[in-house]
């Protein structure tokens, strides 16, 4: 037999260590979530006073499969100055408006609220 290079060889060593990258990333994925999800558990409940100062989405997938998926963020302003980013439903999303003062309830990186203040809304004539 000749010494060189054969294809089948090459690809016999190419696909495993394909496989066991994508698990790496699949698995490394799953423990970051559910890091999050215990740390998160982990920290108290606050409740505080904050400001709606923007708002923005991020579309994923879409193109030549024809399904996408829409992640809708917000930004809280409190009152120490710090911004606080939550990813919210898309129906909080359509509830908030920039500018809308109230109090925000989260648990670490958990959005769990906001509720508007009552002056601020006003109502139809």
């Known amino acids: 037999m000749e010494a060189g290079f054969d294809m089948f060889d090459m690809m016999s060593v190419i696909v495993p260590v394909f496989f066991v990258i994508i698990i790496g990333i699949f698995i490394f994925s799953i423990s ?8 998160n558990n982990k920290q108290p409940r606050l409740s505080v006073n904050a400001k709606v100062v923007s708002k923005r989405t991020k579309v ?3 193109m030549n499969d024809h399904s996408s ?3 809708y963020f917000t930004t ?9 980013e939550f990813n919210v439903s898309g129906y909080e ?5 920039e500018g809308d003062a109230g109090e ?10 906001f509720n508007r203040n009552k002056a601020q809304i006003v109502p139809n004539e």
């Open 60 to 62: 994923s997938g879409g």
């Open 104 to 113: 925000l309830t989260f648990q670490g990186t958990r959005y769990l609220g």
């Open 93 to 97: 999303y359509g509830q908030l408006a």
């Open 76 to 84: 809280f302003e409190v009152e120490s100055g710090d911004r606080l």
């Open 69 to 71: 998926s829409t992640h």
């Open 32 to 39: 970051k979530g559910i890091s999050e999800w215990s740390n």
